[in-house]
Each structure stands twice: as C-alpha cells, then as structure tokens.
C-alpha cells in the first residue's frame, strides 16, 4: 500500500511538472507571437501545409456527417411527425457543436501528430540546435509559425465542414424526400442568428492554439532518440484531443452566457 501510495504520489508530481512546463511555453508562445520578427514566409508555409492539405480530409468527413445525421434525425423527427424540421435541426447541430468538435479533432489527429513528429525529429537529431548556432530563434521560427498556423486555420477548416456537412444532408434530404436545395436552405437557417455562427466558429481558434501549442510542446522538449519521437507523436494526439474535450465544455458554457 505504501509503495502504491508512493508511486502516485510521484506521478502526480511528475503530472505538475509537465502542466507547469507546458503552461510556461504556451505563455511564452502568446508573447512572442506579438514580437517582431513575425515570419509571415513561414506562417503561409505552415498554413498550407496545416489548412489546405487538411481540406481533403475535412469535406469528405463532413458530408459523411451531414448524410449521417440527416439519417439518425429522420428516424427521430417523423415519429413525432416533424420532418419540416429536419433542415434546422441539422443546421442548429451542425454550426453550434458538431461541426467546430469534428474539425478540432481531424485535425488534433493529422497535424497534432505531424507537428510532434517533425519538432521531435528536428530536436533529437540536432537540427534545432544547428539553427540555435546560426543565431535563428528557434523557438519563433519553429513553434510560434506553427502555432499561429493553426489558429488560422482551424476557423476556415471548420466554415468548410459546416457548410459541407450541410451538403450532405441536403443530399440525404433530397433523396428520400425530394426536397428542393431553396426551401432546404430557407428552413435550415430561418432559426438561425448570428450568436450562432460567430462565436462557434472563433473558439475553433482557441482549438487551433491547442494543437499547435501541446503538438509543438512534446516535440519541441522530446527526448530519448527515436522512442521520444514516436511518444511526441502519440501524445500529441491523445493529449491535443483531450484538452480539445475538456475545453469545448467550458467554451460551450461561456458562449452559453454571453450570448443566450
């Protein structure tokens, strides 16, 4: 029992050191994102490769989404003789919750571990180091254009899986009930008010700064050769998507009290 005890007690310290680390480097990324120089070469590089290579993945999953829940809300709505209100519900679901979590998560699962994989190769291979030695800041150069990347991102990724979630559903809709684009997108976004699309989509932003920070992090402080960059690359999924969860509560609640 005493060693038990003991063993906790040491992975709960362990677990505040890594939360006082981490809180430290994504201060310092809020810094010195404000501090010159901004690297814009490199944050377009990074938004390509962060942004636009994740579209392929962001529409196909989205229509996927929007046929499916179109399916799971028919099956709800005609016990209930509602299917009138399939397209709102559809809207509503999309644009307040579904469409921003998914995003986050895709991209928590493609960038996060690219981002952990390639910082931990850099840091074990000495790359960083190399760029430390020519008087490059790294850490502005590798973690901050990375990061900024992602908070740019991640609003635009999550427009395209509302709207291609939407698509879908209008395409599931349009099948089994035949109903015409117009009065899809009429009924879909007449119960809908612009506290229900601005700050859904900017707290994505927040998710972005949440990849790129916790992904940047594990690669950035990787150690032990190649097993620390598969571990920076695992957690920085695991770790990405958790906070992702756990923070969507929270921003869910505050967007529940300012703008109800």
């Known amino acids: 029992m005493a060693r038990l005890l003991k ?12 939360a006082g680390e981490f809180s430290l480097f994504g201060g310092r990324a809020i810094r010195d994102a404000f501090r010159r120089p901004f690297e814009i070469q490199e944050i377009g590089h990074q938004i390509v490769e962060i942004g636009s290579r994740s579209v392929p993945l962001i529409i196909p999953c989205g229509m996927a989404l929007g046929i499916v829940m179109s399916l799971h809300t028919r099956a709800s709505l005609a016990r209930f003789g509602a299917s009138s209100m399939i397209p709102a ?21 493609r960038v996060g571990a690219g981002i952990g994989s390639e910082l931990a190769g850099m840091r074990v291979t000495e790359q960083i180091d190399a760029l430390e030695s020519l008087a490059i800041d790294s850490f ?5 254009t990375r990061v900024t990347a992602c908070v740019l991102a991640l609003p635009i990724l999550t427009i395209l899986m509302d709207f291609s979630g939407l698509t879908g559903g209008l395409f599931s809709e349009a099948t089994v009930s035949h109903i015409s684009a117009r009065l899809y997108v009429h009924r879909g976004f007449a119960a809908m008010r612009w506290s229900d699309y601005i700050p859904t989509t900017l707290k994505t932003a927040v998710f972005g700064f949440i990849i790129g920070a916790v992904s940047s992090f594990l690669g950035y402080t990787a150690k032990r050769g190649a097993t620390g960059v598969g571990h920076a690359a695992t957690q920085s999924v695991v ?9 969507n509560i929270i921003l869910v609640k505050l967007t529940f009290f300012w703008f109800s």
Request: glycine residues 8%; aromatic residues 8%.
């Open 7 to 18: 063993t906790l007690g040491r992975r709960f310290v362990t677990f505040l050191e890594a």
């Open 89 to 109: 519900a559809l809207t509503i679901a999309t644009f307040r919750e579904l469409g921003p979590m998914v995003t986050g998560l895709l991209v928590a699962g």
């Open 140 to 144: 502005k150069y590798l973690v901050i």
């Open 239 to 247: 770790l990405s998507s958790l906070l992702l969860i756990l923070v």
